[in-house]
């Protein structure tokens, strides 16, 4: 597979760069590995860079560090949903990764699903719940119920029965004032990382325990990768449609990755895309890219010199 990459928005590595991580979300720790991973491949490719763990003062910190570019490896609230995004296009400084309304609409669950109905992707089917009301009675008990906010696999159940059902409701309810209640669709897991508006290969994830969910995402060991995936051709080809259409339609750029099951009839079904993926040597966008004899440190150059702004006014 040939990639036709964006052209850099700038020739050199000379720019200040700040890398971005860590944060105040439930992903922190994830982001703080992804962060000093990116930090070092670009200080390996000679870019005058600095890393930034995120809290209150980001916009003093910026005009101490006398940044022109920000590479966000944040996952989560404040970093992943428009907010940092928004301070950047203030403070007009170029950044990598989706624009505002991009990052905001995808870092919904619900929202994302609502704006690509009618986009030709599988979408399981689903109901929104409102903590308070009464439990939701036509809910099937072996759903899938989802924080529409979380991100790695923080705030999902599998429930296979009514207790399982009700326990996660209950959990869920603590953690926002929405939940999203989703078809289970079995079937083996997969993800499709999108790059400047195209499809990488697709990877395949196989848990041991059979739910990918934090610990197999994060134990070494607990999961195996496979890329490309062993998959019919029409089913990867779709998956990859679907993934670059989900990217067009939200209107994301950078890189983000898309997720599905594949059910047993070949058919790939939508979960959720994340733009702002995990960033190490060994998370699953860079392993898609690595397939396409894209490096760890190539892929993080490139995001960096094509940062941007997305607001003109």
């Known amino acids: 597979m040939a990639l036709s990459l964006h052209p850099p928005q700038r020739d050199t590595a000379s720019a200040r760069i700040a890398v971005l991580m860590g944060g105040p979300s439930t992903e922190r720790e994830v982001s703080l590995k992804s962060g000093k991973a990116v930090l070092q491949a670009l200080l390996d490719r000679g870019w005058d860079a600095v890393g930034i763990d995120v809290g209150p003062d980001l916009a003093e910190r910026l005009h101490a560090e006398r940044a022109e570019v920000a590479w966000i490896a944040l996952h989560g609230a404040i970093g992943e949903d428009g907010c940092v995004q928004g301070l950047l296009e ?86 926002g004032d929405r939940v999203l209640l989703e078809q289970f669709v079995a079937g083996e897991e997969i993800t499709v990382a999108v790059l400047d508006g195209q499809p990488l290969p697709v990877v395949a994830i196989r848990p041991d325990s059979g739910f990918f969910d934090f610990e197999a995402k994060y134990t070494k060991g607990r999961t195996q990768y496979l890329v490309p995936a062993p998959l019919p051709e029409e089913t990867a080809r779709t998956a990859q449609e679907h993934a670059r259409r989900a990217y067009e339609t939200l209107g994301l750029a950078g890189v983000a990755r898309a997720d599905f099951i594949v059910d047993g009839d070949g058919r790939p079904w939508f979960l959720e895309v994340n733009t702002s993926p995990g960033f190490t040597a060994t998370s699953l966008s860079p392993m898609a890219a690595g397939a396409v004899g894209l490096s760890f440190e190539d892929l993080v150059d490139h995001l960096a010199r094509t940062a941007r702004l997305h607001v003109h006014p």
């Open 90 to 175: 203030v403070l007009r400084i170029p950044y990598t990764g989706s624009p505002v309304r991009g990052s905001a609409v995808a870092m919904d669950k619900i929202a994302t699903k609502r704006a690509l109905a009618g986009q030709g992707l599988n979408l399981p089917a689903d109901m929104v719940w409102i903590p308070g009301e009464p439990y939701p009675e036509h809910a099937a008990p072996d759903c899938v119920v989802k924080v529409p906010q979380g991100g790695s696999t923080i705030g999902t159940w599998v429930c296979r029965n009514s207790a399982e059902f009700e326990a996660a409701l209950v959990q869920a309810e603590a953690m």
